[in-house]
């Protein structure tokens, strides 16, 4: 009986993100909230799930991960549909510049970062799609919906490198958001 006992609690429970990879749709959410912190995450979600099961195999989403190229899809579908209420700009600034550096890339982004308050970089990696709200010289800081919460610019690199996160030039966003009529009264 204590051997069960003690198996137990060495048990932990599945938590989300654990055994699905939805993380890129939960970017999408986290920077578009935390750009407009009055939009309503659930509807959005749903909308972003179903506009997404109708155009790719949600399955695959499920199970594999969210490609750049879905995020550019969804992205673009989000910003008319939401251009009146929710407004924002995305652009992928690095994806067709040759020989950048891991160090040219992370100082672009917490410039960019800087420049105004209203900004985001959504980034995706080997593991994970996830949120940069701010960048100091050391440390990149996330709105994350998983574990990420700060890392250090040393723990990224370009190239695949044993226990790093590498960027993908591709799947680097800038995100900020635009003027709305709620802004103007």
Request: net charge positive.
């Amino acid at each position: 009986m204590k051997q069960k006992a003690k198996d137990s609690n060495a048990l932990r429970p599945a938590v989300q993100g654990d055994l699905d990879t939805l993380c890129g749709l939960y970017s999408v959410v986290n920077a578009l909230s935390w750009l407009h912190p009055r939009l309503r995450r659930k509807p959005l979600f749903r909308a972003m799930v179903h506009w997404f099961s109708q155009e790719y195999d949600i399955t695959i989403c499920l199970t594999t991960g969210t490609e750049p190229d879905q995020l550019d899809a969804l992205l673009d579908f989000l910003r008319t549909r939401c251009q009146q209420r929710w407004p924002f700009t995305f652009s992928k600034p690095f994806t067709d510049i040759p020989k950048l550096s891991t160090r040219h890339i992370l100082t672009q982004c917490q410039k960019w970062l800087d420049h105004r308050p209203d900004r985001v970089v959504l980034l995706g990696d080997q593991y994970h799609w996830t949120v940069v709200r701010h960048m100091d010289s050391e440390w990149l800081y996330f709105f994350d919906s998983y574990t990420y919460r700060r890392i250090h610019h040393s723990r990224w690199s370009l190239r695949g490198e044993r226990g790093k996160h590498q960027l993908y030039r591709q799947a680097i966003y800038f995100i900020e958001r635009g003027a709305s009529d709620h802004d103007h009264g």
